[in-house]
C-alpha cells in the first residue's frame, strides 16, 4: 500500500471520530518499508546549476527529514499500547501529512499527492484552461425599445442583472464554453451608463494525468447601440402591416376615455407604431397582423363591439409563392355611453324582466348597464343583444339641463309585476317635483320618479332631460303611448365643478398619440370622465388612479357631499431619474 492509498482509505483529519486499533496495522507497516525511498540519478549525472538539481537537492533533504521523523515516530509507535495509537494519530496528523507529502515536480515545494505531481501555482502557470474562451464580446442593444439583439434574428427585453440577461451572454460564447466545465457564473456590478457588463465565470477542466483544475475570470461586454428593425419601421413615417380603426357613432368620449384607461392599464399599446386621433375614433397602427389580431380580441372583452376584417394586396412574388398585404380592422362600439336616456323596444324591454322602454344607461363596460327610473329593475345587454334589437340615445349631453328638487319623497311599497327582473341595491327609488333653474321666476314645476333617492334632498341641484319639451325623433318612442313617457329623467346630483376640479388630488395617464382636427369641448367631456370615475366605484376598480403629490390630502368629502376618491385607491406615480433595472425611467444608453 501506497501513501495516496492509505490515506484515501482511512481518510485521517482532525473531525474524525476515533479509529480501531487494527485500523491502523497497514498504517504501522508502511512506517517500516522503504517505498518513499526512490531512486534519484547519480551526483554528476546532472548538471548542479540545472533547475532539476536543485529539486533534486531539494527532494533529498526533505525525504532525509521524512526518514528521520519515521524512525522517531517508529519508536514511540511501538512503545505505546495498541489502544492509544488512535489518539497518537489524531494528536500528530500534522506530522502524517508531512511524512506522507510528496514533491512538486516543478519547484519541488511539499504538496499533498494528486494524479500531476505539480504545485497549483506551478500547473496555473504551464496550463491556462481558459485559453480560447473570449475576454471581451459585443453585445447589441436597441436604445428606442430597450431591447438587446439575441442571434440569429430576434430581440429581447431584458433588465439589468437578469437571469435572461446572464443566458443572454452566455450564448455569445457558447462555442468556447462547451470545452470545459462552467461551474458558477454572475455579474460583476458596474455602472447603469457604462455601456459594459462584466459577468464572472469559474470554469474546471481536466489537465496533465487526470487533475482537475478549477479558475476564476471575468468576461467584459461592450454594449454597442443598434437599432432594431421594428424601430427602423417605426422611424420610417407611414409604415404599418395592419391598422385598427376604433369608431363610436356619439357626441360623447366617455367611452374612449375609459377605454384609453384599460389600454394603458394592461400594456396594451406597447406593441403599437403609432396612435392616431381623429374626430369619431382611434386609429391603432401595428407593424404584424398578429399584433392588431390581439388587440382586437382585447376590444371584444373589454367594450360591447363588433368588427369586419379586410386586407389589400401590396406585392407578391410568383416564384417563391408570397405575398404581402396590408390588413384592416374597423371596429365599432355601441353608440351608447354613460348618462344616455335610451329607448327600448317592446320586444327586448319584455325579454329583460318587462321593465319601462324608457332607460338610463348607468355605465358602459364589456357590456350596457341600464337602470329603469321608475321601478330600479336594471338589466345587462351584451354587444350581441344589443346588434339584434339596436336602440339609439333619445338625448345627446348637451341637452342636459339643470333643476332644483322642490320636494322628494321615497317610495317605501314598489309592486312589482310577474316576471319582473332585479332591482338594484345600490339606488332608492324616490317620486320627486323639479324646476328648471331657468323658469325660477315661474310656478312651473315637473313630476318625476328617479332612482337618486338616496341623494336627493329639497333644495339640491340635479341634471335631467326635459323629455316633455324635448323633440324626441325615435321610431320606439313614437309608438309609445305619451302617458308613458316621463316628463322627466334625471340623471346625476349636480355638484360645483370648479371647487371639485381644484381639491382633486388623483389625476390619470394618456396615451402619446397624434391629436388631429381637436374639438374645443374635449376638455369639458373629460371632466365628465373625471366626475363619473369619483362617483361610480365599479369603473375605478378597472383604472389606475394616480395620487398628484402637488396638491395636498383632504377629507375624502367635501362640505357639498360631492363624492371623492379615497387615498387607499390611488397608486403613488414613481419617477425614475436614474435607472439600475432596465424598466421604465431614464434610458440605460443615454
Given amino acids: 500500500m501506497t501513501c495516496g492509498e492509505w490515506e484515501r482509505s482511512f481518510e485521517v483529519s482532525e473531525r474524525l471520530v476515533p479509529f480501531e486499533p487494527s485500523a491502523l496495522i497497514p498504517f504501522y507497516d508502511l512506517l517500516r518499508s522503504s517505498a518513499f525511498m526512490d531512486p534519484y540519478p547519480p551526483p554528476g549525472t546532472v548538471s548542479q546549476r540545472s533547475p532539476f538539481f536543485r529539486i533534486r537537492f531539494a527532494a533529498d533533504l526533505h525525504r532525509r527529514q521524512v526518514a528521520e521523523k519515521k524512525q522517531e515516530f517508529s519508536h514511540v509507535w511501538n512503545a505505546e499500547p495498541a489502544d492509544h495509537r488512535a489518539d497518537m494519530v489524531r494528536?500528530?496528523?500534522?506530522?502524517?501529512?508531512?511524512?506522507?507529502?510528496?514533491?512538486?515536480?516543478?519547484?519541488?515545494?511539499?504538496?499533498?499527492?494528486?494524479?500531476?505531481?505539480?504545485?497549483?501555482?506551478?500547473?496555473?502557470?504551464?496550463?491556462?484552461?481558459?485559453?480560447?474562451?473570449?475576454?471581451?464580446?459585443?453585445?447589441?442593444?436597441?436604445?428606442?425599445?430597450?431591447?438587446?439583439?439575441?442571434?440569429?434574428?430576434?430581440?429581447?427585453?431584458?433588465?439589468?442583472?437578469?437571469?435572461?440577461?446572464?443566458?443572454?451572454?452566455?450564448?455569445?460564447?457558447?462555442?468556447?464554453?462547451?470545452?470545459?466545465?462552467?461551474?458558477?457564473?454572475?455579474?460583476?456590478?458596474?455602472?447603469?451608463?457604462?455601456?459594459?457588463?462584466?459577468?464572472?465565470?469559474?470554469?474546471?477542466?481536466?489537465?496533465?494525468?487526470?487533475?482537475?483544475?478549477?479558475?476564476?475570470?471575468?468576461?467584459?461586454?461592450?454594449?454597442?447601440?443598434?437599432?432594431?428593425?421594428?424601430?427602423?419601421?417605426?422611424?420610417?413615417?407611414?409604415?404599418?402591416?395592419?391598422?385598427?380603426?376604433?369608431?363610436?357613432?356619439?357626441?360623447?368620449?366617455?367611452?374612449?376615455?375609459?377605454?384609453?384607461?384599460?389600454?394603458?392599464?394592461?400594456?396594451?399599446?406597447?406593441?403599437?407604431?403609432?396612435?392616431?386621433?381623429?374626430?369619431d375614433g382611434l386609429d391603432f397602427y401595428y407593424s404584424s397582423k398578429q399584433h392588431a389580431q390581439k388587440m382586437v380580441e382585447f376590444l371584444q372583452g373589454v367594450v360591447p363591439c363588433r368588427y369586419k376584417a379586410s386586407q389589400r394586396l401590396i406585392s407578391q412574388d410568383i416564384h417563391s409563392n408570397t405575398y404581402n398585404y396590408k390588413s384592416t380592422f374597423s371596429v365599432e362600439i355601441v353608440p351608447i355611453c354613460k348618462d344616455n336616456v335610451v329607448c327600448l323596444s317592446p320586444k327586448l324591454a319584455q325579454s329583460l324582466g318587462n321593465m319601462?322602454?324608457?332607460?338610463?344607461?348607468?355605465?358602459?363596460?364589456?357590456?350596457?348597464?341600464?337602470?329603469?327610473?321608475?321601478?330600479?329593475?336594471?338589466?345587462?345587454?351584451?354587444?350581441?343583444?344589443?346588434?339584434?334589437?339596436?336602440?339609439?340615445?333619445?338625448?345627446?349631453?348637451?341637452?342636459?339641463?339643470?333643476?332644483?328638487?322642490?320636494?322628494?319623497?321615497?317610495?317605501?311599497?314598489?309592486?312589482?309585476?310577474?316576471?319582473?327582473?332585479?332591482?338594484s341595491k345600490k339606488h332608492t327609488l324616490a317620486e320627486v317635483w323639479v324646476q328648471k333653474t331657468s323658469e325660477m321666476d315661474t310656478d312651473k314645476q315637473y313630476f318625476c320618479r328617479t332612482h337618486l333617492g338616496h341623494l336627493l334632498n329639497p333644495g339640491d341641484l340635479v341634471l335631467g332631460f326635459d323629455l316633455a319639451n324635448c323633440n324626441l325623433n325615435d321610431e320606439h318612442v313614437n309608438k309609445m303611448k305619451s302617458d308613458r313617457v316621463p316628463d322627466v329623467v334625471l340623471i346625476k346630483k349636480s355638484y360645483?365643478?370648479?371647487?371639485?376640479?381644484?381639491?382633486?388630488?388623483?389625476?390619470?395617464?394618456?396615451?402619446?398619440?397624434?391629436?388631429?382636427?381637436?374639438?374645443?369641448?374635449?376638455?369639458?367631456?373629460?371632466?365628465?370622465?373625471?366626475?363619473?370615475?369619483?362617483?361610480?366605484?365599479?369603473?375605478?376598480?378597472?383604472?389606475?388612479?394616480?395620487?398628484?403629490?402637488?396638491?395636498?390630502?383632504?377629507?375624502?368629502?367635501?362640505?357639498?357631499?360631492a363624492p371623492r376618491i379615497s387615498l387607499a385607491e390611488m397608486i403613488e406615480d414613481l419617477h425614475i431619474s436614474q435607472d439600475a433595472t432596465g424598466e421604465e425611467g431614464a434610458s440605460m444608453m443615454s
Fill in 496 to 561: 360645483d365643478r370648479t371647487k371639485r376640479q381644484r381639491r382633486r388630488n388623483w389625476k390619470l395617464k394618456e396615451l402619446a398619440r397624434d391629436r388631429e382636427d381637436m374639438d374645443t369641448d374635449d376638455e369639458r367631456q373629460y371632466q365628465d370622465f373625471l366626475e363619473d370615475l369619483e362617483e361610480d366605484e365599479a369603473i375605478r376598480k378597472n383604472v389606475n388612479i394616480y395620487r398628484d403629490s402637488t396638491i395636498p390630502v383632504e377629507s375624502d368629502t367635501d362640505d357639498e357631499g
Fill in 91 to 279: 494528536s500528530n496528523w500534522k506530522l502524517f501529512c508531512f511524512i506522507f507529502s510528496s514533491l512538486c515536480c516543478e519547484c519541488g515545494v511539499p504538496i499533498s499527492p494528486n494524479p500531476a505531481n505539480v504545485c497549483v501555482a506551478c500547473l496555473r502557470s504551464k496550463v491556462d484552461i481558459s485559453q480560447g474562451v473570449p475576454k471581451q464580446v459585443s453585445i447589441s442593444f436597441c436604445k428606442q425599445c430597450q431591447r438587446y439583439f439575441q442571434p440569429p434574428a430576434s430581440w429581447i427585453q431584458c433588465a439589468l442583472e437578469s437571469r435572461e440577461l446572464l443566458a443572454l451572454c452566455l450564448k455569445k460564447i457558447k462555442a468556447p464554453l462547451s470545452k470545459v466545465r462552467l461551474v458558477d457564473a454572475g455579474f460583476v456590478w458596474t455602472e447603469p451608463h457604462s455601456k459594459r457588463l462584466k459577468v464572472k465565470l469559474t470554469i474546471q477542466k481536466e489537465v496533465m494525468n487526470g487533475a482537475i483544475l478549477q479558475q476564476v475570470f471575468v468576461v467584459d461586454y461592450v454594449v454597442q447601440s443598434q437599432m432594431c428593425g421594428d424601430c427602423h419601421r417605426v422611424e420610417a413615417k407611414d409604415f404599418w402591416k395592419a391598422v385598427i380603426q376604433v369608431r363610436q357613432k356619439t357626441l360623447h368620449k366617455k367611452t374612449f376615455y375609459y377605454l384609453e384607461q384599460l389600454i394603458l392599464k394592461y400594456g396594451m399599446h406597447q406593441n403599437t407604431l403609432r396612435i392616431k386621433e381623429i374626430h
Fill in 356 to 423: 319601462s322602454q324608457i332607460c338610463i344607461c348607468i355605465r358602459v363596460t364589456s357590456a350596457i348597464h341600464l337602470i329603469d327610473p321608475n321601478t330600479l329593475q336594471v338589466a345587462d345587454i351584451d354587444g350581441n343583444t344589443f346588434w339584434s334589437h339596436p336602440f339609439n340615445s333619445l338625448c345627446h349631453p348637451k341637452q342636459l339641463e339643470e333643476f332644483i328638487v322642490m320636494e322628494c319623497s321615497i317610495v317605501r311599497d314598489l309592486k312589482r309585476s310577474a316576471g319582473a327582473g332585479v332591482l
